[in-house]
């Protein structure tokens, strides 16, 4: 097989992509043209782009009246990056036993961790919502925060135990025998080595917390730990919808966890690796 | 300052016994070279005495006092990998100081020791890369170095010179024989490639699935082989194994090293018929089949020709032969 590509499967292979990448941008694409627009443009032609005639900010600015919606900001960014942290450090550390120490029942903790990956937490709710009355958590972030890291830690530990298994044995001896903590091994030595891991792992994990509209619904409906989403959802009544409101609480709530993805994706990309063991 | 002793050491994974009663005693500033097949479970020894990992069974004494429950960087050894397994975050000056900086050794001392070891090594203008901006065999100098740096009792060496190319592989071998000549230290290899052993070693430890096969000096191994295995394995090429009876010794196999056969085209004990001719300059291998004894190998000296299908006569010097019984062992 030669190493470059014909021109044909070239053109194919970015039709294809091209076409899914428009696919996949044209909702977002849609909300964010509608939400510079007035309510009547956004219904007479909704595909429209934003120019002078139909131009209108009055979504952005119900936006900044109503509501506390930098509040709501707040409390997305605090459950979202607190979530974040708890599943990556624990996920990480049971990641780092499961792969790095022989005992009994290894593979059956690892089996147990990674089940919560086929069952949905929402099937729990209920029973979720009970103890979160009896401890007195309801409408509090802490909540929000300990259900969602229950949420990503399967995936996590699933995904960075078989990284951390391809982690050099040698180096980790090594660290050893230099009288390296195992604490020091794993946050100084590994977990740099599985970087890349564990961005992926924090998109996968971020993305379904911030737009997740059940459990802050349900945990913390109440003003001041409302998060974005719940937020947005004042603008959609019975029978009024603001959608210039809506459209444009979502187009704000879009930039947050695109910069984190971008964040992420440059870990992605970059990676120490190179130079520790051949 | 750093003998060995180990106690009829085993070690299971689970039901499978990789490290059978292991005895030995390496004497202070000895440089005892663990060779075996792959799988033979030197590397587990090693790692055994490192402290990575516990034996099931059996005493690991240092200097006589029993280390079994101290932890690996406690024991005062340093280890070098096959891998390298250098810090990648660090520079090379500090990751010949990390095992110093841990132990809390004053900062003068610190940077003493490694200007000292940087020295012996030549790595003085390397000091401030990261490992990621060496060479291979830079890389594995600096593994040596960040053992040096903390003056240990025992220097652990896990094939070490695995991962380096040929040219690289003597000269970093030359370069370790130096090092323990110039510290006096003990030290335990492990490789799987006899020259290293046999160019390194005071003393061979053979090993074969778990167990000790044969100890000695590399000329005892090459002189005094206990059986076939240790016969076979030690010499390069490998020793010849001939039948016995058939040539009216005693039941069982005879073993002659390819330096101490005669080939001759006009008159000798087996005749045989040569399938493949390696010349290397110095010295010329001989392949020659015979319908009993199989492949044998002859090794001359200096260039000779030999044709592909050609008929010779092989002679054993019958001095240097060695007998084994049907169980492979030596008969004396």
Same mark, same amino acid.
């Given at each position: 097989m030669s190493a470059r590509m014909s021109t044909g499967r070239t053109v194919a292979a970015h039709a294809v992509l091209l076409t899914y990448t428009l696919i996949a941008l044209f909702p977002v694409f849609v909300i964010v043209i509608n939400s510079f627009k007035s309510r009547k443009a956004i219904f007479a032609d909704?595909?429209?782009?934003?120019?002078?005639?139909?131009?209108?900010?009055i979504g952005y600015q119900t936006v900044m009246k109503q509501g506390d919606f930098f509040l709501y900001f707040q409390n997305s960014l605090i459950v979202t990056a607190a979530s974040l942290f708890f599943v990556l450090l624990f996920g990480a550390m049971a990641a780092f036993a499961l792969s790095e120490y022989r005992f009994r029942g290894n593979t059956l903790m690892g089996l147990y961790l990674a089940l919560g990956i086929m069952?949905?937490?929402?099937?729990?709710t209920v029973a979720i919502l009970e103890i979160m009355v009896a401890s007195g958590l309801v409408n509090t972030l802490t909540a929000l925060i300990l259900v969602y890291t229950a949420q990503g830690l399967p995936l996590a530990v699933f995904i960075l135990s078989e990284f951390m298994k391809s982690v050099s044995n040698d180096l980790k001896n090594a660290g050893r025998i230099d009288g390296l903590s195992e604490y020091r091994i794993f946050f100084s030595l590994v977990l740099p080595l599985v970087r890349p891991a564990m961005a992926t792992v924090a998109v996968f994990t971020m993305i379904p917390i911030w737009n997740d509209l059940w459990f802050p619904l349900i945990l913390a409906p109440s003003e001041e730990v409302k998060t974005v989403t719940l937020g947005a959802q004042v603008f959609i009544g019975q029978f009024v919808t603001n959608w210039n409101a809506v459209l444009a609480a979502l187009s704000l709530a879009i930039v947050p966890v695109l910069v984190l993805y971008l964040i992420f994706s440059r870990q992605l990309i970059r990676g120490i690796t190179a130079g520790a063991v051949k | 300052m750093g003998a060995l002793e180990l106690k009829s050491i085993s070690k299971s994974f689970g039901s499978t016994e990789v490290i059978k009663a292991v005895d030995l005693k390496v004497e202070d500033g000895e440089f005892c070279v663990f060779v075996g097949p792959s799988g033979c479970g030197k590397s587990t020894l090693l790692r055994i005495i490192a402290g990575l990992e516990d034996a099931t069974d059996g005493d690991i004494l240092l200097d006589g006092k029993r280390v079994n429950d101290v932890a690996p960087a406690k024991r005062e050894l340093a280890m070098v990998f096959q891998t390298y397994a250098l810090y990648p975050h660090l520079t090379v000056r500090d990751n010949m100081a990390l095992a110093l900086k841990q132990a809390g050794k004053p900062r003068a001392e610190i940077t003493a020791s490694t200007d000292k070891a940087a020295a012996m090594l030549e790595l003085g203008p390397l000091l $401030?890369?990261?490992?990621? *901006?060496?060479?291979g065999g830079q890389r594995q100098r600096v593994a040596i170095g960040r053992a040096i740096?903390?003056?240990?009792?025992l220097f652990l060496f896990d094939e070490p010179l695995s991962n380096l190319d040929a040219a690289l592989r003597v000269a970093t071998r030359i370069e370790i024989a130096r090092l323990h000549r110039d510290l006096k230290a003990t030290m335990i290899y492990v490789t799987h490639d006899q020259v290293e052993a046999m160019t390194l070693a005071d003393r061979i430890v053979v090993l074969r699935s778990g167990r000790v096969e044969q100890v000695g000096t590399p000329m005892e191994l090459y002189n005094n082989p206990a059986n076939t295995f240790v016969a076979g394995f030690i010499g390069s090429p490998q020793m010849n194994f001939l039948d016995a009876a058939s040539l009216g010794f005693a039941p069982g196999q005879v073993g002659v090293r390819p330096e101490h056969l005669t080939i001759s085209? *006009? $008159?000798? *004990?087996i005749a045989a018929e040569v399938s493949h001719v390696e010349k290397l300059g110095g010295e010329t291998l001989v392949y020659a089949r015979h319908p009993q004894h199989g492949l044998l190998t002859v090794r001359l000296f200096g260039e000779h020709e030999y044709a592909v299908s050609e008929q010779v006569h092989l002679t054993l010097l019958l001095d240097r032969i060695f007998q084994f019984d049907t169980e492979g062992q030596r008969r004396h």
């Open positions: 909704p595909l429209a782009l934003p120019l002078p005639g139909n131009f209108d900010l069952i949905p937490i929402r099937l729990g | $401030d890369r990261r490992p990621a *901006e060496l060479s740096v903390r003056t240990p009792k085209r *006009e $008159d000798g *004990e």
